[in-house]
């Protein structure tokens, strides 16, 4: 199947500090989403991207598409201790099928 | 409330004996899927279906079988399980084509 790359492994920071992290491609994707996985939950969506070039914001958290379509990022700015778990990046070719990333795992220390 | 519901949440079994993961949902969603996530990895697709009666493969299909005879159920069946299963398993539905929601999972144990 298709891969990503998603960086980094894991990030450790102090409060307040923003945070970006990103996946890349070699294919080429119609659709990116970002989610983030708690202990013992299952993941949750945070932003959805639908467009190359595209840029959304929800609340704190800001994501991009790629314009080569072939990547996308998440930043997290003034982080909170409540931001620490795993984020995933997803690629969608088209309906129905999802490549995941293999996730970066954030510590935030108070 | 709003939700992906699996059963059950943890299941220890032998290798061969056959079982079946039910999923869920109460949304209306036509897209459902399944994935399993092994430790350090993300999650990969097994199956996915857009609709009743309607089902593909995802990227890690082999030994899995699914159906979608009815809209809010999108059972997970292994026919014969075997250890490399042992897994955590997730069920998502979705209204569009893109976004998922996903259940709590189920921890499975082969042994």
């Known amino acids: 199947g298709q891969q990503l790359n998603q960086s980094p492994q894991s990030m450790f920071i102090q409060e307040g500090e923003d945070v970006s992290m990103n996946c890349t491609s070699s294919?080429?994707?119609?659709?990116w989403l970002w989610y983030k996985q708690d202990p013992g939950e299952g993941p949750v969506l945070l932003i959805a991207?639908?467009?190359?070039?595209e840029l959304t914001s929800n609340g704190r958290l800001t994501a991009q598409f790629g314009i080569t379509r072939k990547d996308s990022f998440l930043n997290i700015s003034a982080s909170i201790p409540s931001d620490v778990g795993i984020y995933f990046c997803a690629g969608q070719p088209g309906a129905g099928k999802s490549t995941f990333g293999d996730g970066t795992t954030l510590t935030v220390k108070p | 409330e709003a939700q992906v519901t699996q059963n059950p949440r943890y299941l220890i079994t032998v290798t061969g004996k056959k079982l079946t993961v039910t999923c869920s949902q109460n949304?209306?969603?036509?897209?459902m899927s399944w994935y399993r996530q092994d430790p350090g990895l993300g999650l990969r697709q097994i199956y996915y279906s857009m609709n009743v009666e309607v089902t593909d493969k995802g990227d890690v299909p082999e030994g899995y079988k699914v159906s979608r005879k009815e809209k809010r159920n999108f059972p997970l069946i292994l026919e014969s399980p075997s250890p490399n299963q042992t897994s955590l398993y997730f069920c998502?539905?979705?209204?569009?084509?893109?976004?998922?929601?996903f259940g709590p999972g189920t921890r499975l144990t082969v042994t």
């Open positions: 949304m209306n969603h036509e897209y």
């Open positions: 998502a539905s979705g209204a569009g084509k893109y976004e998922q929601y």
């Open positions: 294919s080429i994707f119609n659709t």
């Open positions: 991207l639908y467009k190359a070039g």
